[in-house]
T-cell receptor, first 115, second 115 residues
Framework: DSGVTQTPKHLITATGQRVTLRCSPRSGDLSVYWYQQSLDQGLQFLIQYYNGEERAKGNILERFSAQQFPDLHSELNLSSLELGDSALYFC??????????????FGQGTRLTVV | AQTVTQSQPEMSVQEAETVTLSCTYDTSESNYYLFWYKQPPSRQMILVIRQEAYKQQNATENRFSVNFQKAAKSFSLKISDSQLGDTAMYFCAFTLQGGSEKLVFGKGTKLTVNP
């Protein structure tokens, strides 16, 4: 168990809908990262938050947004869902953002299926 | 932009034998970190081994070791005495030092250990 908790584990929804994925980082970790794993694109970095502030942005679609709350949990909001958004969404956390000698711990992911 | 290439989509090895997974990367930076992650059927992303670019000595973690060739931008993973539990997807990943810890992943190599 990495200590990073993601809910829900599985989600099935229809095209055009909106969903929220939740991530609770390890105790003491200030940074949260979101990654998308799909068959065609592989593992891609979406966005990073550090202590409530956006720190870095990757290939995140405009239909997607995220935030990190004062208790450091994070939510990834996906709207106007398309079939191509079906993927495994990972959250990872680390103690500090910007010091690469700290390991990023991954949650077990949320499997999103858009039908 | 940094890229990571894993040229072997699938590999197989007999139990107790040794296997080497290949990874090359491209960057113009001199300070960075390289990682191998394992993703078993449980989907959990597990850090196997980490290498700091400024260290000439190859990293080793029990049965796992790397061959890091900085000039060639090559970072291969050697698994000795392969075990059935090593069956998984293996991802090579890269991150710059000192910035966001966002990881750039390769497409992965599916390793099967046969009894």
């Amino acid at each position: 168990d990495s200590g990073v908790t993601q809910t829900p584990k599985h989600l099935i929804t229809a095209t055009g809908q909106r969903v929220t994925l939740r991530c609770s980082p390890r105790s003491g970790d200030l940074s949260v990262y979101w990654y998308q794993q799909s068959l065609d694109q592989g593992l891609q970095f979406l966005i990073q938050y550090y202590n409530g502030e956006e720190r870095a942005k990757g290939n995140i679609l405009e239909r997607f947004s995220a935030q990190q709350f004062p208790d450091l949990h994070s939510e990834l909001n996906l709207s106007s869902l398309e079939l191509g958004d079906s993927a495994l969404y990972f959250c990872a956390s680390s103690v500090e953002g910007g010091r690469s000698n700290t390991e990023a711990f991954f949650g077990q992911g949320t499997r999103l299926t858009v039908v | 932009a940094q890229t990571v290439t894993q040229s072997q989509p699938e590999m197989s090895v007999q139990e107790a034998e040794t296997v080497t997974l290949s990874c090359t990367y491209d960057t113009s930076e001199s300070n960075y970190y390289l990682f191998w992650y394992k993703q078993p059927p449980s989907r959990q992303m597990i850090l196997v081994i980490r290498q700091e670019a400024y260290k000439q000595q190859n990293a080793t973690e029990n049965r796992f070791s790397v061959n890091f060739q900085k000039a060639a931008k090559s970072f291969s993973l050697k698994i000795s005495d392969s075990q059935l539990g090593d069956t998984a997807m293996y991802f090579c990943a890269f991150t710059l030092q000192g910035g966001s810890e966002k990881l750039v992943f390769g497409k992965g190599t599916k390793l099967t250990v046969n009894p």
